[in-house]
T-cell receptor
C-alpha cells in the first residue's frame, strides 16, 4: 500500500525544546517537501529536497532543519529558535520536477 | 515574487448547482498549475494538474482551465454534491519544483 506517512498526528512542544516530525514515503519519489499551514491560510514551503543528501530552503526555513539521508525519509526538526511553531505541518513527495505532489495526512504541532 | 490569490474565500451553494472557483497568479512564468482538495484536518489531494502548454483538464465533474498570459485559472464543478464540501487550493509551480499556494476557497454544498 503505497503512500506518504507522517507521524505523529499530534505533537506538543515545550518551550526551548526541539521536536522532530517524521515523513516516510514508499512511492520511490525523488523529491520531498515540507510545508506549514496556519489557520485559514494556504501552505508555505519550509524546505525541499530533490535528491538524497541535498536540500534547499523554502520561503520560511528559519527555525527549522531537515536531513535527507535516505530516499524514503525526510524528517523535519522544529528547533527552539522557531518562536511560533504552532501550525499544521504537511509533507509531500513527487517523482521530480513538474510532477504531481502527493501529500501526507499532516502533523498538528502545538506549544505547551 | 509569485503571489496566488483565490476568490471567493468562502462559498455556500445548494446541492445540484454548478459553480466556479477562481485563482489568479502574478508571474506567468509557471511550469504548471494544480488544484487540490483539503478536508478539515487532513492532507491535500491533487484534483487536476494543467501543464503550462495546456488550456484545460477534465476529471469527472471537474474542469480546470488555464490562461497563463492573463494569470488566471478556474475550477468548474458541475452538479455539486454535499460530498464536494471542502477547501479547494490552487498552486502554481515555478522553478525548482516549488509550489506557491493560494489561501483556498472553503466550499459548502448544502443538501
Amino acid at each position: 500500500d503505497g503512500g506518504i506517512t507522517q507521524s505523529p498526528k499530534y505533537l506538543f512542544r515545550k518551550e526551548g525544546q526541539n521536536v522532530t516530525l517524521s515523513c516516510e514515503q514508499n512511492l520511490n519519489h525523488d523529491a520531498m517537501y515540507w510545508y506549514r499551514q496556519d489557520p485559514g491560510q494556504g501552505l508555505r514551503l519550509i524546505y525541499y529536497s530533490q535528491i538524497v543528501n541535498d536540500f534547499q530552503k523554502g520561503d520560511i526555513a528559519e527555525g527549522y532543519s531537515v536531513s535527507r539521508e535516505k530516499k524514503e525519509s525526510f524528517p523535519l526538526t522544529v528547533t527552539s529558535a522557531q518562536k511560533n511553531p504552532t501550525a499544521f505541518y504537511l509533507c509531500a513527495s513527487s517523482r521530480g520536477v513538474e510532477n504531481i505532489q502527493y501529500f501526507g495526512a499532516g502533523t498538528r504541532l502545538s506549544v505547551l | 515574487k509569485q503571489e496566488v490569490t483565490q476568490i471567493p474565500a468562502a462559498l455556500s451553494v445548494p446541492e445540484g448547482e454548478n459553480l466556479v472557483l477562481n485563482c489568479s497568479f502574478t508571474d506567468s512564468a509557471i511550469y504548471n498549475l494544480q488544484w487540490f482538495r483539503q478536508d478539515p484536518g487532513k492532507g491535500l489531494t491533487s484534483l487536476l494538474l494543467i501543464q503550462s502548454s495546456q488550456r484545460e483538464q477534465t476529471s469527472g465533474r471537474l474542469n480546470a482551465s488555464l490562461d497563463k498570459s492573463s494569470g488566471r485559472s478556474t475550477l468548474y464543478i458541475a452538479a455539486s454534491q454535499p460530498g464536494d464540501s471542502a477547501t479547494y487550493l490552487c498552486a502554481v509551480e515555478t522553478s525548482g519544483s516549488r509550489l506557491t499556494f493560494g489561501e483556498g476557497t472553503q466550499l459548502t454544498v448544502n443538501p
